[in-house]
């Protein structure tokens, strides 16, 4: 791959799809470097998603949750970073870091709110069409706010549309659970704020919180809390889990985030005071009305009943749809890009870190677009934000041109304290590529491209492999979802 991967006509902008922090830091890096760049969002406002959790405390403090272009962006205009150790909720990352973002002269320029990216295709070339195809400008139909639909065209096209406004379904096989759809009444899916807007739906209930990760953890704590306050307030924790139960409960003192450490250590106090039933081994297979409640019913027909509400914090899915006339090589079972699968398969990584990785291994045959963010980890609940930021870094230098410093890596993460180093029972997966190095996480990144074969073997169990560049502050914020990725509770 060279410069010569993008269409030649420089005038056309390169498109990002989503304003998220991934989306907007794509932005930054691009400016910095004299890219012209479109920025598509769906709603009205940027980082939707994130308002979605904005009452939620984040695990990492602030000096980890900023990125360096969009920093060096804001101080220019006078902005003040926040106390470096302090930890924002979701809200004060939008409000105060990323809100800003957006208004600054050069974002806002580019920014187009309200503009919802319905497909991405070649200009007048069908999926199945190769001649000519590489030199042909991307053209992404855009459902506007007002109703109007365009087509805008552009040399390349980075999605960071993310994942969370597609949920995994509650049913252990990956489609709904019968009944899940007509109890979607009684049905929420995130981190629902118990505390405060929706405190009246939860309190006095019989409440079932179905999941394993981060936002799981942040939704019973916040129950429990609830429950302190409100009498009548039962909390059931049901996970597919069995056995050892030792990654439910994270890396606890050993982790390097002493606020995702926390998560784990007191779901683990709340289930030994009695404060939470812990069902293991429940995998969701029906939903019944019983009355004014619902019986949950398991795969092997074991029953939790009378449950009033009920929270899926099981994960999220990519959306595929958009791209659907575009040749993306995906991982078929995490439809992930396909360099990742190996190295953050859920099946065999037992923690939130990954092998640098860049533009080389984030673009597709589909020659100048790429993946980046949590939608390039497809189904994996391990994202972390300060991958993306370094996502983000390396494909805006590919798409100027400069692969030097596309290949370079310049990510350094905490370690989680809860890896392991033996997969799980007959979890193997075929590498992409021939991995240069084993590590305590699994094999670190094939070797694939000059970036991968920098990469040393971890030197800490769930740390980083060695980078050739370390910053003074690496990004790193787990972003919403489960596995090592996830929030905070204040």
């Known amino acids: 791959m060279d410069g010569s991967m993008v269409v030649a006509d420089t005038t056309l902008p390169v498109a990002v799809i989503g304003a998220g922090p991934v989306g907007l830091a794509m932005a930054a890096h691009l400016v910095a470097r004299g890219q012209r760049v479109v920025v598509l969002e769906a709603s009205d406002g940027v980082a939707a998603h994130i308002g979605d959790f904005a009452h939620v405390r984040l695990f990492s403090p602030w000096r980890y949750n900023v990125d360096a272009a969009a920093r060096a962006l804001l101080e220019r205009r006078g902005w003040t970073m926040p106390d470096p150790e302090a930890l924002p909720t979701g809200g004060d ?204 019913v398991g795969a092997d027909g074991v029953v939790i009943p009378g449950v009033d509400e009920i929270v899926v914090a099981t994960g999220q899915r990519p959306d595929l749809e958009i791209t659907r006339e575009l040749r993306l090589r995906l991982d078929p079972a995490l439809e992930c890009v396909e360099a990742l699968g190996p190295l953050i398969d859920p099946n065999i990584h037992s923690c939130g870190t990954v092998r640098p990785h860049g533009a080389r291994q984030l673009a597709h045959p589909e020659t100048g677009f790429f993946t980046v963010g949590v939608k390039s980890y497809g189904r994996a609940p391990t994202f972390l934000l300060a991958t993306g930021y370094e996502q983000a870094r390396s494909v805006a230098a590919a798409l100027a041109g400069d692969w030097i410093a596309a290949d370079r890596v310049e990510l350094d993460l905490p370690a989680t304290g809860v890896c392991s180093s033996t997969p799980a029972t007959g979890a193997t997966r075929p590498a992409v590529g021939t991995p240069v190095a084993t590590g305590c996480c699994g094999p670190s990144a094939p070797a694939i491209a000059p970036m991968s074969e920098r990469v040393a073997a971890a030197g800490a169990c769930c740390g980083p492999a060695a980078a050739s560049i370390k910053p003074a502050a690496a990004p790193a914020l787990a972003i919403a979802g489960s596995g090592c990725g996830g929030k905070a509770r204040g």
């Open 93 to 296: 990352l939008r409000d105060r870091y990323l809100a800003p973002l957006a208004a600054t002269p050069e974002i806002a320029a580019a920014l187009r709110l309200g503009h919802r990216v319905v497909s991405v295709s070649r200009h007048a070339i069908d999926k199945v069409k190769t001649a000519g195809r590489d030199a042909a400008p991307f053209t992404l139909r855009v459902a506007r706010a007002d109703g109007a639909g365009i087509d805008i065209q552009a040399r390349a096209v980075v999605d960071a549309s993310g994942t969370w406004s597609h949920p995994n379904p509650m049913g252990a096989g990956g489609v709904p659970a019968l009944g899940e759809t007509a109890a979607a009444d009684r049905v929420r899916y995130g981190i629902p704020d118990v505390l405060g807007r929706e405190r009246a739906r939860y309190a006095g209930r019989r409440v079932l919180v179905v999941g394993a990760g981060h936002s799981a953890a942040n939704a019973l704590l916040d129950l429990a809390a609830l429950a302190r306050e409100a009498p009548g307030t039962e909390i059931v924790w049901a996970v597919r889990a069995e056995g050892d139960l030792a990654r439910l409960y994270g890396g606890g003192d050993a982790d390097a985030l002493a606020a995702r450490g926390a998560l784990g250590t007191g779901l683990r106090a709340l289930v030994e005071s009695g404060a939470v039933t812990l069902r293991t081994g429940f995998r969701v297979a029906e939903l019944r009305r019983a009355s004014n409640r619902v019986d949950v």
